[in-house]
């Protein structure tokens, strides 16, 4: 809050904000790359931003801070294009110690018998409550009530606009909204892959009766708005399909060629997932010379991190490296296969007409985000499998892959919508 309060007061005053201007406040997450971006283009969001300041929308950007908090709020500050603000900004000093006691006060237990298939899972849930508790995940949850009910005392709220996942900070967010500030219109933006096994956007007949959701959904587009009706269990009257804000993949100029299949690359989630991708392809493919495997790793979970508990060294296999591109654009045009698990790279990778090849673990639910897609995409549940499908895409022919390859692009422009005016109007509407 301090210094929140120390690097944005003075760029606050001098915006001689009027208590009777209604405002459109996009709540964000916001990085120092993004933050340095000049002209700013919102991690999330897009252009956005641009669009909502050209439609003549008074325009407050508030935004949850991740990494160097201190080197990003400077960079907000400088920024004097947007009025971009982080939560904490409109904090009290007192709020996080109310908050603290009203955590610890309003502490949840299940105090009758709960089953689930015929199983008691009291303590299941018990235990679970007391983690979030004891990794303050309730306070920082607890803490949007402050923040939502401070930024209501400071300015008038025509359309608040939020990423959609389904997560309790959005419930709390929107419920204190709709107590402080009842005429408020809430659009949540759905920016992400979707997947099976991501079951907090489902919804169950209990939820959609009383859980806070926001008066419109604006979905990446068709096949994620069925999805959410379909098997989230979501009113199809709530759901807009809108435009993929974050990706704009699919309208690569390149003259699409097929490939080769000898370089592989191995597209990682974070740790524990990554492990078993790294030991699965290294069992199936590792020292195989008729393979160039790559390794990304996801930036939250370097390699380095878990390298102890991998099966093998990787530095023991001539044909296994690890990348150092910080775009994965270089990455996917070296590529010949992409090899993916939990990630939204499926999606690009098809969109450059790459084969992909997902890896299947035990797992009770799908972490495919590629859904119900029959093109250009294989699936391995064992080593054997992998090699299998590598010698499946190698085989076919010119024609098949060409066929392929424009179903899959077609899948793909229908799960990600072109950003379009037409589009970006949808969060302006009544």
């Known amino acids: 809050i301090f210094i929140a309060k120390l690097y944005l007061s003075n760029k ?25 971006l000049r002209p700013y283009v919102d991690e999330y969001f897009g252009m956005l931003p641009e669009h909502l300041l050209k439609a003549n929308k008074k325009l407050m950007i508030i935004a949850g801070i991740i990494g160097n908090y201190k080197d990003v709020v400077r960079e907000i500050a400088a920024n ?22 009203k ?18 899972v009291t303590d299941l849930i018990n235990n679970t409550l007391d983690e979030e508790q004891e990794n303050i995940y309730t306070l920082r949850n607890y803490i949007y009530n402050y923040y939502v009910k401070r930024l209501l005392q400071r300015h008038l709220i025509e359309r608040y606009i939020l990423t959609h996942e389904n997560y309790p900070w959005e419930k709390i967010s929107i419920d204190t909204l709709r107590r402080h500030s009842p005429q408020t219109q809430i659009i949540g933006y759905q920016h992400s892959a979707l997947y099976p ?5 489902y919804l169950s007949d209990t939820e959609k009766e009383t859980m806070p959701l926001p008066d419109r959904i604006v979905t990446l587009g068709k096949i994620t708005k069925d999805f959410l009706i379909n098997r989230g269990n979501y009113d199809a009257n709530m759901l807009q399909a809108g435009c993929a804000l974050r990706f704009n993949i699919h309208n690569t100029t390149e003259k699409v060629v097929q490939p ?32 160039t495997i790559r390794l990304r790793p996801h930036p939250a979970s370097p390699i380095a991190k878990y390298r102890y508990y991998l099966q093998h060294d990787i530095a023991d296999y001539a044909n296994v490296s690890v990348s150092s591109n910080e775009a994965i654009a270089a990455d996917l045009k070296w590529a010949d296969v992409v090899v993916y698990d939990v990630s939204a790279v499926g999606l690009e990778a098809l969109s450059c007409g790459k084969p992909v090849i997902h890896l299947k ?17 294989w699936e391995a549940g064992t080593p054997e499998e992998l090699r299998m499908a590598l010698e499946s895409i190698a085989m076919l022919s010119n024609e098949e892959y060409f066929e392929q390859v424009n179903k899959a692009k077609t899948y793909v422009s229908e799960y990600l919508h072109d950003v379009s005016e037409e589009r970006l109007n949808v969060f302006c509407e009544n």
């Open 260 to 291: 080769k299949v000898k370089n592989i690359l191995v597209v990682l989630g974070c740790f524990p997932r990554a492990k078993l991708m790294i030991d699965f392809v290294v069992n199936a493919i590792g020292g195989v010379e008729n393979y």
């Open 103 to 120: 955590s610890i006060h309003n502490r949840i237990r299940i105090t009758e018998k709960t089953y689930f298939m015929g199983l008691d």
């Open 12 to 36: 606050y005053r001098n915006k001689n904000y009027l208590k009777s201007d209604a405002y459109y406040v996009l709540r964000t997450w916001l990085l120092l790359k993004n933050a340095r």
């Open 197 to 201: 096994a991501l079951t907090n956007v």
């Open 80 to 101: 004097e294009a947007y009025d971009i603000y982080p939560q904490e900004f409109f904090l009290k000093y007192r709020d996080p110690l109310m908050a603290v006691i």
């Open 361 to 377: 673990f035990e797992d009770l639910l799908d972490f495919d985000s590629l859904i119900n897609c029959e093109y250009l995409k």
